[in-house]
């Protein structure tokens, strides 16, 4: 019987506590948005998907971050064991407002200690970035406070290793006011080095610790995989204003970033509307940066055509970091000299 009071008390108090939710959200309240990128999983094929939604209306938003080891294909073919936020490298993209309030709740799903490191706060480093062993979680929360595209990654010693082994994602912070464009198309090109070696016995492609050290990569990518935005382009149309997100994660490389054939009307290093730039060729990201380039494919301009985008340090476009932003539908296709 007493256990019986105890627990129709603890209901009347829930119940309580529900209206009072109700009754506040009634209210001013924020509303709460939670993704949980266990369950909501960036597409890679044919290629990572580059293109990015507007941030949303809630003022608080809470992400769920599970950490994996998985498979993944880093060029044509080659297959990789990686190590993951949300299952894909690069792992999901973030986007929210300045001035939003941002949960994080980090899930070690992995069999290994692995952490996580937003660039975009202003947090301890020593709780927020802490170790997370194999099963356990962290959870933390922060102000966006300055408008950018940002790097996330894991900060677990010894980083280069993380990193190489995909362990990055970019979060883009809208400013407060929007960015003085419409933009009509909006890609996230992340930037990123691999580091391997094919085993004698297996031929399993292994992360080369002696390489990385040497900074000499196996591949220099866009998002994951070399060359995958040739096959797979950008596609925009005829007038669009393009908005890239570009975020170089190393871990060791800076990325030219440039597109053949057009011009950049604005890039704002940093991803902050502040430090504008105007009439651009090409723009140095470095690694642990971002920058937010625009241009447009005016009519009787860049208009209709094929307009290939690297890191302008040539060795490492050829290793991989190249794509292409296909805008309307040209004939030609095969005869570009990039
Ligand atoms: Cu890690």
Redesign the pocket.
């Known amino acids: 019987m007493r256990s019986l009071t105890l627990v129709s008390s603890t209901l009347a108090v829930s119940a309580l506590a529900a209206v009072a939710v109700a009754v506040t959200a009634a209210g001013r309240a924020p509303v709460v948005e939670r993704v949980d990128f266990g369950k909501t999983i960036t597409a890679t094929k044919p290629a990572y998907d580059a293109r990015v939604s507007p941030a949303t209306d809630p003022t608080v938003k809470e992400f769920v971050i599970p950490v994996t080891h998985d498979t993944v294909e880093i060029a044509k073919g080659v297959k990789y064991e990686g190590?993951t936020f949300g299952g894909t490298v690069p792992g999901p993209v973030i986007r929210v407002r300045e001035g939003d309030r941002v949960r994080i709740k980090v899930v070690n799903k992995a069999p290994m200690p692995?952490?996580i490191d937003f660039h975009s706060a202003r947090i301890p480093a020593n709780i927020a970035y802490r170790t997370i062993n194999p099963g356990d979680t962290v959870a933390f929360e922060f102000t966006a406070k300055d408008p950018g595209a940002y790097m996330v990654h894991?900060g677990?010693p010894p980083v280069t290793m993380?990193i190489m082994q995909g362990?990055y994602f970019a979060i883009i912070v809208d400013p407060e006011n929007g960015w003085g464009t419409t933009a009509d198309k909006e890609f996230v090109l992340v930037q990123s080095e691999f580091y391997t070696k094919k085993d004698s016995t297996s031929g399993a492609v292994t992360p080369d610790w002696q390489a990385a050290m040497a900074k000499t990569a196996s591949y220099v990518v866009f998002n994951g995989r070399a060359g995958q935005y040739k096959e797979t382009p950008l596609k925009v149309d005829v007038g669009d204003r393009v908005r890239l997100f570009v975020v170089n994660a190393g871990p060791s490389f800076n990325s030219d970033f440039h597109v053949v054939g057009a011009v950049f009307d604005r890039v704002y290093p940093d991803g902050n509307p502040r430090h504008v730039l105007e009439g651009v060729q090409t723009y140095m990201v470095p690694a642990g940066g971002g920058a937010v380039f625009e241009t447009v494919f005016d009519k009787d301009a860049s208009g209709e055509g094929l307009y290939p985008f690297v890191t302008h340090s040539f060795a490492d476009a050829e290793k991989g970091a190249v794509g292409i932003i296909q805008v309307g539908t040209p004939k030609q296709h095969t005869t570009m000299s990039h």
Do not use: A, K, R
Request: aromatic residues 14%; contains cysteine.
């Open positions: 190590w692995h952490s894991c677990t993380h362990m």
